[in-house]
C-alpha cells in the first residue's frame, strides 16, 4: 500500500542531503521524517488551499491557531543520502474541530516502502477553546479524505478511527 | 418518540466507540471518559458535536464540566431528551 484510494493526493518529491543523514553509512537521521511531515504539510496548504494566506492572517492576528495534537512515526526502511523519497500525504477522520494527515513516504526509484506517518490537526481559538476546521481549508481536507479500509495492515490503523 | 433508556446507552456508546476508537463491548455505563476511554480535551469537544448530532442536544459548559463517566452523559442526556418528549406531548 503506498496510495490508499481518494479523490485526491498530495505529492512532495525530496532529495535526501548529506546534512539529513547521521553519522552511520549516511542513513537518513529519524527526525527528518517528522520534518519532511511539515515540509509536506505546509506545501500542500501551499498549493491545494487557495486561501492558506487568509487563513496564516488570522493565525498572526491570534483569532486561528492550528495545533498539531498528535503525531506518529512507524519506520519502515532505511533511506540514504542521495535517494529521492515521494511524499504521499492524505486526510482521514475528519471531525469538527479536527483531522489527521496520512503521509506515505517511499522511495522514488524503487518504490519500496519507507515510512508511514501520521498528524492529528485541530484549530482552537487561543485561548483554549476548540474552533470548527476553517472552511476554506474543508472542502481540500475532504478532497484528499483516504479510503481507511486500505490500512488493514497498517501499524496506521491504530490510530485512525476504523 | 422517546428513547428508553437502554437505547439512548446504546446510541451512546455506539458514538463513543466510533470517536475514540474504542471497541464498543469495552465501553459500560462506569467508563469513565478520560481515564478508562482515553478521551482526551480534543476527543471530549468531538464526542459534544456528535451528540448534538445524533441526539439533537448541545450540551452546556456546565453539563462538559459534570461529563466524568458514561452514566453521567446518558443521565444528562435522559433528561434532556424526556424533557422535550413532555414539552411536546
Do not use: C
Not at chain 1, 515540509?39 to 491557531?65: C, D, H, T
Request: proline residues 2%; negative net charge.
Amino acid at each position: 500500500m503506498t496510495v490508499l484510494a481518494s479523490t485526491k493526493v498530495f505529492i512532495l518529491e525530496h532529495k535526501i542531503y548529506f546534512n539529513e543523514t547521521n553519522a552511520v553509512g549516511g542513513v537518513a537521521y529519524f527526525s527528518n521524517y517528522v520534518k519532511w511531515q511539515g515540509m509536506a504539510r505546509e506545501e500542500y496548504f501551499m498549493q491545494s488551499v487557495p486561501a492558506w494566506r487568509e487563513i496564516m492572517s488570522f493565525v498572526e492576528q491570534g483569532k486561528l491557531n492550528m495545533v498539531t495534537a498528535e503525531e506518529h512515526s512507524h519506520f519502515i526502511q532505511h533511506a540514504f543520502f542521495g535517494d529521492e523519497i515521494v511524499i504521499r500525504l492524505q486526510t482521514a477522520n475528519i471531525k469538527t474541530f479536527s483531522f489527521d494527515m496520512i503521509f506515505i513516504m517511499t522511495n522514488k526509484k524503487t518504490g519500496q516502502l519507507l515510512y508511514e506517518g501520521l498528524q492529528r490537526l485541530a484549530f482552537d481559538d487561543f485561548k483554549g477553546k476548540f474552533i470548527p476546521i476553517p472552511g476554506p481549508m474543508l472542502e481540500s481536507v475532504k478532497d484528499h479524505e483516504a479510503d481507511l479500509s486500505e490500512l488493514k495492515f497498517s501499524k496506521l490503523k491504530e490510530y485512525v478511527s476504523p | 418518540m422517546t428513547m428508553t433508556r437502554d437505547e439512548l446507552v446504546t446510541k451512546l456508546k455506539d458514538v463513543l466507540s466510533k470517536q475514540l476508537s474504542v471497541e464498543i463491548d469495552k465501553i459500560t455505563e462506569d467508563s469513565l471518559i478520560a481515564d478508562d476511554l482515553g478521551a482526551d480535551s480534543l476527543d471530549t469537544a468531538e464526542i459534544a458535536m456528535e451528540i448534538k448530532e445524533v441526539f439533537g442536544h448541545d450540551l452546556t459548559d456546565e453539563e462538559m464540566t459534570q461529563v466524568k463517566s458514561v452514566k453521567n452523559i446518558t443521565d444528562i442526556l435522559f433528561k434532556a431528551t424526556s424533557s422535550k418528549s413532555e414539552a411536546s406531548s
